[in-house]
């Protein structure tokens, strides 16, 4: 099951799928903000969310679960 | 059996393939940022129809007989090669709406120039504020480049209702005689194409070059015809001084001083007369085919090729959010010859990339910013916080350093891509010599003898902008290119507004007053902020030479390039280059 994965640690500035939403591959589905900057998490696999690991504000650090999808 | 082939062929003829073709995914997700960058692009080219359009009717011009200088331009100028300059420029906000000057690069008979001639649908070409500086960037650009300067001379003096903005200090409209004399004494050519009348310093702007070449209708004098009628002695303008000066207009019969019969007759100044104004172009075209030239094969490293990768790209790749970052290898890669590139040191200093590409099968060298988040970089900052792509660190400012270095060793001239925000701040970064180095950088720059030319593709800010060859670099830069994405400013306006308002928020709060005021005169200042940096204003400014398409960067960067290896004053064998060797190690 593909996980998205942090990249950087930051805040969870904005969720833009719910679970259940089908997704394709690049598409936008969550915005970082660390450092003054936009890091936006693109689907790196077409696939339906099955589970949101975190919600708008939290923080993260490298290599937490962001999305899941199947 | 004879066997040719281009220098250094290992090296450069087929060098390391970057960036890829965009997927389907990206180019559906950048559609928006597409219409972005065409709601800049259409704000510019109505700036600069409106520019065009300064002026009385271009018809008026036709109707008796003339051209306007788009006109001449397009006669003149080799098809598909004008590179415009300083369209949009007009720092005093000229009622003109321009500085009556309108100037460029291109090739005329194939060989590369820098363009300048006045708007004779503007005062008839009268100095006008903001002009002389204009002249001189195009004058240094004419030295930096060491091609011919042509001038399209249609100059009716001093706009003299508002001469204190033109005529006296250091650089006011005198200053470009002297800069004539200069590329004359450097042994740069000027070649004059005169039309209209030209008294005074419109007169001065006729003698100073080089060769002069005028249609049957010009003139060029010390003063014009009014001037000769001197001083009223009274110090004012009464009723009688009045009558006198209807009855002396009325009369008068003279002609225009320094005419044709004058001045191709007599003095013998102009080298040719033509009765067409086709004539004084094709003239010039003449002229121009007896400068001198290299072919390209001399300095070629490679054949000509495009890009692999499509330019219209580049609306898709380059974020309108100045938040946002993305990969600019990518944005390389839709630049260079074949989408090659040789970098230098990838892994030091990763914050900016460096190396050597092809143009037109020349040999150049770009440097950049790279964008995003590099974790556990800087080495310095010891896991404090992590890299950030448009910031400088010690080892990026080291390596452009070094970089430069050997590119004055090399000649090779150097395209700047800055999308900048800052050298990084700090205890830190003041004990890791980040002050030192970012000078360093400029003493590396100055001591090439280098032409650069830079873009800010988005982002110019802080110290920065100054340190990647921004047009401050006034002995190297050529030209500054602006795109529709580009923002230049010393900060952020919130970070602007947050430094010049934190006290007064805190004494404000620690009184217990309302703190809406101070709210609003800090959204102001970012407002202030956001409409003094946009693309239209920087080049308005004068902070870029000219917003470009993203679609059109190759064109400048090819004019750039042709035109530094047209007549170079030095010269580096290419088989006794070291940076190649250095980069293969």
């Not at chain 2, 073709?21 to 129809?49: F, T």
């Not at chain 2, 050519?189 to 702007?205: F, K, M, S």
């Not at chain 2, 190759?554 to 940076?579: C, D, E, W």
């Amino acid at each position: 099951m593909p996980e998205l994965i942090a990249p950087i640690a930051g805040n969870v500035w904005k969720i833009l799928v719910a679970v259940g939403d089908k997704v394709e591959l690049d598409d936008e589905l969550v915005i970082l903000e660390a450092l003054k900057m936009e890091t936006p998490i693109y689907c790196d696999d077409a696939g339906t969310v099955t589970a949101i690991k975190v919600k708008e504000g939290d923080a993260v650090n490298e290599e937490d679960v962001l999305i899941v999808i199947d | 059996m004879s066997r040719k082939q281009t220098p250094l062929r290992p090296y450069f003829e087929k060098m390391a393939e970057i960036g890829k073709e965009l997927r389907e995914g990206e180019v559906r997700r950048s559609q928006a940022n597409v219409e972005l960058v065409r709601e800049q692009e259409e704000i510019i080219a109505k700036e600069i129809l409106r520019v065009k359009n300064a002026g009385i009717p271009a018809e008026k011009i036709h109707q008796r007989g003339g051209m306007t200088i788009h006109d001449r331009l397009e006669y003149l100028v080799d098809a598909g090669t004008w590179s415009p300059l300083h369209s949009l420029y007009n720092p005093n906000d000229n009622v003109e709406g321009c500085t009556g000057v309108v100037n460029g690069i291109g090739k005329i008979e194939g060989k590369w120039a820098v363009i300048i001639g006045f708007d004779n649908k503007v005062m008839a070409g009268a100095w006008i504020a903001g002009q002389a500086e204009n002249i001189l960037m195009v004058t240094d650009m004419a030295k930096r480049l060491n091609v011919p300067l042509v001038w399209l001379t249609n100059c009716s003096g001093v706009k003299l209702m508002e001469q204190e903005t033109v005529y006296a200090g250091r650089r006011s409209s005198g200053a470009p005689f002297y800069r004539h004399a200069d590329l004359n004494h450097l042994g740069i050519p000027i070649l004059n194409g005169i039309y209209g009348t030209n008294p005074a310093g419109g007169g001065y702007q006729g003698i100073s070059p080089t060769i002069l070449l005028a249609h049957d209708k010009a003139n060029i004098a010390v003063g014009g015809a009014g001037i000769v009628g001197g001083m009223n002695p009274k110090g004012y303008i009464d009723e009688e001084a009045a009558q006198a000066l209807i009855e002396g207009t009325k009369n008068f019969k003279g002609k225009v001083p320094g005419r044709v019969e004058t001045h191709f007759d007599q003095t013998a100044y102009f080298r040719e007369v033509h009765d067409t104004e086709q004539g004084v172009l094709d003239g010039i075209k003449d002229y121009m085919r007896m400068m001198p030239a290299y072919d390209p094969i001399m300095f070629r490293v490679a054949e000509p090729a495009e890009p692999r990768l499509t330019a219209t790209d580049l609306n898709m790749l380059l974020p309108a959010n100045q938040k946002r970052p993305y990969d600019a290898i990518q944005i390389l890669a839709r630049l260079t010859d074949n989408s090659e590139f040789m970098e230098y040191r990838p892994e030091y200093g990763r914050e900016v990339f460096a190396g050597i590409a092809k143009i037109d099968g020349f040999p150049v060298a770009f440097i950049g910013n790279q964008q995003g988040v590099f974790p556990g970089y800087p080495d310095y900052a010891n896991g404090e916080y992590p890299g950030v792509g448009g910031k400088h660190y010690r080892e990026g400012l080291i390596k452009q350093g070094e970089f430069v270095t050997l590119c004055g060793r090399d000649n090779l001239p150097i395209i700047w891509l800055q999308d900048t925000t800052g050298i990084d701040v700090g205890d830190l970064a003041e004990e890791a010599e980040l002050l030192a180095l970012g000078q360093s950088l400029v003493y590396s720059i100055e001591q090439t003898e280098l032409s650069m030319m830079c873009v800010v593709l988005r982002k110019g800010t802080a110290a920065a902008h100054y340190i990647m060859c921004g047009p401050q670099a006034n002995n190297n830069n050529a030209f500054t290119l602006g795109t529709p994405l580009t923002e230049i400013n010393v900060m952020h306006g919130e970070t602007a507004a947050a430094a010049s308002y934190a006290r007064r928020l805190v004494k404000e709060s620690e009184a217990g007053n309302d703190l809406a005021p101070t709210l609003e005169k800090m959204n102001q200042m970012i407002q202030d902020y956001k409409d003094k940096s946009q693309p239209a204003y920087c080049a308005k400014s004068g902070f870029v030479d000219e917003i470009v398409s993203l679609t059109d960067l190759r064109k400048y960067i090819q004019a750039f390039t042709g035109a530094n290896y047209q007549n170079p004053r030095s010269i580096t064998p290419v088989h006794q280059m070291l940076l190649p060797r250095i980069i293969k190690g």
